[in-house]
């Protein structure tokens, strides 16, 4: 079914001009300040970028970089999966619809057996949108991010539970 809200998600390898392009992106909101480290140098791109078996994906809508996506992966065909949005992007659909594209990639294109991740506690929207994609919790943790403890869930989704959308 085709989403009429939400122009279709074109996704691709993200490429060093990409890194660029994000690291100019505007600060998230007040709300989603704690996670804009991800998107500037020393963050996330820059953690996974030159990782073997790691795939960098950018995302694009009407030509427009939007999002990227991270698999990382972890050990017996298991992998970590990262998004974030550009932050005038937030609560509109995109989020969904970049992880279901991140998702079909690292099932059916790479063949991944699991994917896991962490959520911050506090983030009730991105733990709805994993719960939809069938994303389980499997745990809490504690981790040091920018010189602060936060509180994160463990979560996971089989290969097995995965139907694209």
Request: hydrophobic share 45%; proline share 7%; aromatic share 10%.
């Amino acid at each position: 079914m085709m989403d009429t809200e939400n122009p279709p998600i074109r996704l691709r390898q993200l490429l060093p001009a990409d890194k660029a392009a994000i690291a100019s992106w505007p600060p998230y909101p007040d709300a989603f300040a704690d996670l804009d480290y991800a998107l500037r140098p020393g963050g996330w791109l820059d953690e996974f970028g030159d990782r073997p078996q790691a795939w960098l994906y950018a995302a694009e809508q009407d030509g427009e970089l939007v999002a990227f996506s991270i698999i990382a992966a972890t050990e017996g065909g298991d992998a970590e999966f990262r998004i974030a949005l550009h932050p005038e992007k937030n609560g509109q659909g995109v989020g969904a619809l970049v992880a279901a594209r991140t998702l079909d990639e690292a099932f059916a294109r790479i063949g991944l057996r699991r994917l896991h991740l962490i959520v911050r506690q506090n983030n009730p929207r991105a733990i709805r949108l994993y719960r939809r994609l069938g994303f389980a919790q499997r745990g809490a943790c504690r981790q040091v991010v920018n010189g602060r403890l936060v509180d994160f869930f463990r979560m996971d989704l089989p290969g097995v539970r995965w139907r694209p959308e």
